[in-house]
């Protein structure tokens, strides 16, 4: 019996008309969207990345974590583009012709970023803190069914810092897609070598909080990073 089935069972039951009282069915409290955390998904993504790809991850976490934030217009067009395409292929796939619907959705997606550029940016810091919130609730190994509550909380708390710093806003999703690239890049790399991908991929599956740790630790790094060479040079300042 749960918090909530406890809570229920205190209440005074109803009555019906004929004098009995009316049985309630028990309640329980709501799982995650996602169900458990799909680890084994993960790991194995990771795994099928080939060392030139794992290349590219670096070299695009090195551009997001260091010089994102003076490129973010074109970045944020990029995830929205993104964004775009997978919504246009569903949509497609549902009229008859998911390629169409893929090019008609980066198209409208790009199109419609730039003009409001500055809610997008607060839609990817808002998005980012409820990774975030996520990640670190998986750090506390907390129970995975109710992941979505740290992601809600996260999405609540980086909804509030978007709105109220726009600079913030952009390094945090930054920091956090060059901490991402940064984590596969490298996973995926160390996998590559003999007899290392074994112990890799236990400690993996025997420590819940390693790979959230990968992400988290990175963006912290990267948005102080980034927030110090502001401070510092003016010549670096956020491009209006």
């Not at 012709?97 to 790009?110: H, K, N, R, T, Y």
């Not at 109710?146 to 913030?168: N, V």
């Not at 948005?223 to 110090?228: A, E, H, M, S, T």
């Not at 502001?230 to 010549?235: D, H, P, S, V």
């Amino acid at each position: 019996m749960n918090f909530l089935s406890f809570l229920l069972a205190q209440a005074t039951a109803p009555v019906g008309p004929d004098g009995n009282p009316i049985l309630i069915p028990e309640q329980s409290i709501p799982s995650s969207f996602f169900g458990e955390l799909p680890i084994n998904d993960l790991w194995r993504c990771i795994v099928n990345v080939s060392w030139m790809q794992a290349v590219v991850f670096l070299a695009f976490a090195a551009i997001y974590l260091v010089y994102g934030w003076r490129v973010f217009k074109a970045l944020v067009v990029i995830n929205f583009a993104a964004l775009g395409l997978v919504a246009g292929q569903y949509i497609g796939g549902r009229l008859g012709s998911p390629l169409w619907g893929g090019i008609m959705g980066v198209f409208l997606m790009a199109v419609v970023t730039w003009p409001f550029m500055k809610y997008c940016v607060s839609i990817l810091g808002a998005l980012a803190g409820a990774i975030l919130g996520g990640a670190l609730w998986r750090t506390g190994m907390l129970p995975d069914p109710l992941i979505w509550c740290g992601a809600l909380a996260g999405l609540i708390a980086g909804g509030f810092l978007a709105f109220s710093s726009f600079k913030f806003s952009i390094m945090l999703f930054t920091s956090l897609q060059g901490s991402v690239f940064l984590a596969i890049g490298a996973l995926a790399l160390l996998n590559d070598y003999p007899n290392f991908g074994a112990h890799l991929a236990k400690a993996v599956y025997s420590h819940v909080f390693l790979l959230p740790l990968l992400v988290i630790i990175p963006t912290i790094v990267g948005v102080l990073f980034q927030q110090k060479l502001l401070k510092q040079e003016e010549n670096w300042a956020i491009p209006e």
